[in-house]
């Protein structure tokens, strides 16, 4: 039975495969790499540099960009725009009327005299001429990108009513070199300001991100053996949270952050568990002959879905985070993994397999109508950005394991690349607290 997704043939994978890539690690960047119809046009018209001011980014090209990939606006191009007002006073918005435009962003950056800048900007409605938004935010020199993200945070969150998820960041596992060195890594949301977590010459898999943002679990296999690992990522440290003989893998985070939900062998066939991190009690949930794995909590936190093949295929299941009687979700297809809920617990998205190709699919918590959301050959390890409107999955490129985003309401591709040559395992962050 073919299961390219089940933690098993993971394993298997991660074992042999990872030697496959020579490539360095270079910036992860996103390209766009389809149309995007029915977005807001909006101007985001370059900063002005007040008092000398050399910021070193460009701040107004950076939340252009971060709106675009938002797959809802649509921002004019630089060479298109016939006048570059800082100040609201200085907008004449007949001239943005003309360009058919329905918003404008304007700002200028100013340093401060104790190091960094205040970055002021205004978001104006072109056709009623109102300011709707109006702010500063200060930033170091080294933080302007994260400003720039937050500013098209506020912009997104002020036109859509929802939040903007810039500003998050995005867990992903990529090798390099010809020693087949193994990283978990994470980045910003663009791909820009990538870092290294752990870097390993064994396999690294599974990341997951707590609900605060500050801690990723995953599995390592230092040793040749697979292990549960959780760090946190402002001091470093780590700590090992499950070892036991056979596999462990596949960590979750309850909604709380007080459990890990996982998967374990160390009873016989894979199981789910679930480990209380405060007491360190561990209840399992299922006892079944077959391989469950995947587990993934709803958002409420009153139960999890996993992958089991215990009806003859992988099938997703639904079971209590106290354990009890399984009840499969999906029943359309012989190949259903990988599943994650929506934040707002309205909608799974998972993997399916169709003709031989395995593409991301989102349906409905029953499991019933489905819409997909990729097309490639092996897509795989599909993880919602906070907010629900976007879906990030690895994909393939010319043979290569890369990162792919689409927004959930469009039909808008941007690609992530020019990282390792092996990336995968994307995990958006949840919203980032400040």
Do not use: C
């Amino acid at each position: 039975m073919q299961r390219p997704l089940s933690l098993t043939a993971l394993l298997l994978a991660a074992l042999l495969a990872w030697g496959s890539a020579g490539t360095a690690w270079a910036k992860l960047t996103i390209e766009i790499t389809g149309g995007v119809e029915g977005a807001q046009p909006i101007a985001v018209v370059p900063f002005g540099n007040i008092d000398g001011a050399k910021p070193g980014v460009d701040i107004a090209d950076v939340v252009a960009a971060d709106l675009a990939r938002s797959g809802k606006f649509k921002p004019m191009p630089r060479r298109e725009m016939l006048m570059t007002p800082h100040r609201e006073d200085d907008v004449d918005m007949r001239e943005w009327q003309v360009l058919g435009m329905n918003s404008l962003v304007v700002g200028e950056v100013t340093p401060r005299a104790t190091g960094g800048y205040d970055i002021r900007y205004a978001l104006m409605d072109v056709f009623s001429g109102k300011t709707l938004l109006a702010d500063t935010v200060t930033s170091t020199s080294k933080g302007l990108r994260n400003a720039a993200h937050r500013i098209a945070d506020a912009i997104y969150a002020d036109l859509t009513g929802e939040p903007g998820v810039f500003a998050t960041r995005i867990a992903y596992v990529t090798s390099r070199g010809h020693k087949s060195r193994v990283a978990l890594r994470v980045a910003d949301a663009d791909g820009f300001n990538a870092q290294t977590i752990v870097d390993s010459a064994e396999p690294i898999m599974s990341p997951a991100w707590s609900p605060d943002g500050r801690r990723l679990a995953y599995v390592s296999f230092e040793g040749r053996q697979s292990a549960i690992y959780m760090q946190d990522l402002g001091s470093g440290r780590r700590e090992r949270i499950a070892s036991y003989e056979g596999i462990n893998g596949s960590p979750a985070f309850s909604p709380d952050g007080r459990r890990l939900a996982m998967t374990l062998s160390k009873d016989g066939n894979p199981d789910i568990y679930v480990l209380d991190l405060g007491t360190r009690q561990l209840t399992r949930l299922t006892d079944h002959y077959a391989i469950d794995t995947e587990p993934a909590w709803a958002p409420s936190g009153d139960h999890l879905v996993f992958t089991s093949d215990r009806g003859g295929k992988p099938q997703i299941y639904r079971v209590a985070p106290t354990g009890g009687m399984a009840q499969r979700v999906t029943f359309q297809g012989d190949y259903n993994a990988a599943a994650e809920y929506s934040p707002d617990g309205r909608s799974l998205v998972m993997v399916t397999r169709e003709g031989g190709r395995f593409r991301v699919v989102m349906t409905d918590p029953q499991g019933g109508s489905r819409r997909y959301v990729s097309n490639g050959r092996l897509d795989e390890s599909p993880s919602f950005a906070p907010n629900g409107n976007m879906i990030i999955y690895a994909t393939q490129n010319n043979g290569r394991g890369v990162l792919a985003a689409t927004p959930v309401s469009t039909g808008a591709s941007h690609r992530l690349s020019r990282d390792a040559g092996e990336v995968r395992e994307p995990a958006w962050s949840p919203l980032m607290r400040r």
